[in-house]
């Protein structure tokens, strides 16, 4: 194919009418760079599972012309599938340095960190992978080293903002590079890729010191112990909460695994500062009074295996919630967990505890630009095309609409839905098809292995129960030896449904006398549709029904 025919091609496999699992490729000719490879956590209906991936079933088929991954940020929601993805595509990554000191904790949890090719590079450096020039942009977002990218391409600069925000007055290094920004647009940006996350949102976001002056207020006279729940991988949140523990001469336990691993990466790599003795072992809290206490801890989502969650019901083994504690939850619900976040807060007042979330106090800022600061952005970049990212549907449209608002024609906006394929060249752009793309989710050590069918059942035994019929049949003549023993698990209470067992029975029997002679298949099918039929008649429940047959 001559170069002039060559088209750029973006793909989505993730990331798009969600939250998480972002992973978009790029790819012209035979290169293809990743950029972000991404988790989500498991929605109500997921029973059971840990994780979702992104399916990468385009990229396994053509994983020799992947030239490298490259990372905006260390978020899970960026980094959180690169584990299970570099066992089938074992391609460099390259990211800052927090962003891969973070995924190096992952790759030695899974025996993978000697196996992997990792490149740090500086925030304002450009990298080439193969066709492709990739400029690493200082952002601000509620992790520190977090990236812009302009990525080069033969057709033009394509800007995909990664998750960002605009602050003035970061707490740490320097506020976004605008300036980089405006002179990309001076020169011309064919495709700007934007963070949708607050496109619903008006005006701006607050800067993440608005946070530290509300934990200084609050922590100023605090009688008993002090306990805040946030993001582990909020760097910046968790400096401002170490300062004030200082300032008001408190030690600092943490309490959580992905806390304490977090913030030992931070101090490690210089991103987080304290003095010698700062900190103490959580088990040790109890040889300190309260008022000189500090807890750090996870659990802000009210996810039930999280720190904060087991000091709520009183299944932790360090902390056990006493009045006169403060607690502040310094994170807002992710959608889906208001109600799990909303039991945390009642359990802990019930416990004496005070609790502080963000509806009573400014202890929460999103790491996510509102709509001012995105027109911001497309007015320095002026694209020729645009397509929202990161995002549910509603938060790409609405930023859809604020592209039009702006001036770009519709025609020149896409709202992509995973597994499109965009293909651009230097004047026009089109959806062009769509590749195999979807969700992998992570089950225990089994990956994949759970689908949609598993997890339909799940949610069956969970709804309606199940009854299991167990048969005996002659192996010599092929008739049933006697009436068939019946289990019932979350269906009926079987000592107070004597009668309905009854009928039970009877309907079973009648059904494996019509189908005698018949094969196994057969004989279950016709028992669950005749025992099916009975059930819902009776109780207007669909059970699993779960005929066993035993030869003898």
């Not at 990236?147 to 320097?174: R, S």
């Not at 979807?438 to 949610?459: E, T, W, Y």
Request: hydrophobic share 40%.
């Amino acid at each position: 194919m001559s170069k002039s025919k060559k088209k750029l091609r973006i793909i989505p496999l993730g990331g798009l009418g969600e939250i998480g699992k972002n992973i978009t490729v790029f790819e012209y000719g035979e290169d293809i760079i990743i950029v972000d490879c991404g988790i989500a956590f498991p929605e109500d209906e997921m029973m059971g599972i840990d994780l979702v991936l992104p399916d990468i079933t385009y990229l396994r088929n053509k994983k020799d012309k992947v030239k490298g991954i490259v990372l905006t940020h260390g978020h899970e929601d960026h980094i959180g599938a690169l584990p299970y993805v570099l066992r089938e595509i074992n391609v460099p990554v390259f990211g800052t340095k927090l962003t891969l000191g973070l995924l190096k904790n992952k790759l030695e949890e899974h025996r993978m960190l000697g196996d992997t090719n990792l490149q740090t590079v500086q925030l304002g450096q450009t990298i080439e992978l193969g066709i492709f020039k990739v400029e690493f942009i200082h952002s601000n977002h509620s992790i520190a080293d977090a990236a812009a990218l302009a990525i080069h391409t033969p057709v033009g600069v394509v800007v995909h903002t990664g998750d960002f925000k605009i602050d003035y007055t970061p707490i740490e290094g320097a506020a976004i590079n605008l300036a980089r920004f405006a002179e990309l647009g001076k020169k011309g940006v064919l495709l700007l890729m934007a963070d949708s996350t607050n496109a619903e949102r008006e005006g701006y976001t607050m800067s993440e010191r608005r946070v530290g002056e509300s934990f200084k207020r609050i922590f100023a006279n605090v009688p008993g112990r002090a306990i805040v729940a946030t993001f582990a991988s909020n760097i910046h949140r968790v400096q401002q909460i170490l300062d004030v523990a200082i300032n008001t001469n408190r030690k600092v336990a943490l309490s959580g695994r992905s806390m304490i691993n977090v913030v030992n990466v931070a101090l490690e790599l210089g991103y987080l500062n304290a003095p010698e003795g700062t900190f103490i072992d959580i088990k040790d809290i109890n040889k300190y009074p309260a008022n000189r206490l500090m807890i750090i801890t996870t659990g802000s989502q009210g996810e039930p295996m999280a720190a904060l969650s087991r000091m709520a019901s009183s299944t932790h083994r360090q902390v056990e919630i006493v009045p006169g504690d403060l607690v502040v939850i310094s994170a807002t619900p992710i959608p889906g967990n208001e109600k799990m976040v909303s039991n945390n807060v009642n359990m802990l007042f019930q416990k004496g505890a005070n609790v502080i979330y963000e509806s009573l106090e400014d202890v929460h800022v999103s790491g996510h630009a509102c709509q001012e600061e995105l027109k911001l952005i497309h007015r320095l970049v002026q694209p020729k095309f645009f397509m929202p990212v990161h995002g549910e549907y509603k938060h790409l449209r609405h930023h859809a609409l604020i592209a039009e608002e702006l001036g770009l024609s519709m025609e020149n906006i896409f709202i992509m839905d995973t597994g499109n394929v965009l293909e651009l060249d230097a004047s026009n752009a089109k959806i062009a098809g769509k590749v195999p793309s979807g969700k992998v989710f992570v089950d225990g050590l089994g990956v994949g292995d759970v689908g949609n069918i598993v997890l339909r059942d799940r949610k069956l035994l969970s709804q309606e129960g199940m009854v299991i019929l167990m048969i005996t049949i002659d192996k010599e003549t092929g008739m049933v030896t006697n009436s068939p023993d019946i289990i019932s698990r979350g269906f009926i209470y079987v000592r107070e449904s004597e009668e309905l067992m009854s009928e039970m029975k009877s309907i079973a029997m009648n059904a494996l006398s019509e189908s005698q002679g018949k094969d196994w298949s057969a004989i279950k099918d016709s028992v669950k549709k005749s025992l099916g039929e009975h059930l819902y008649m009776k109780t207007k429940r669909k059970p699993m029904i779960l005929p066993i047959i035993i030869e003898i």
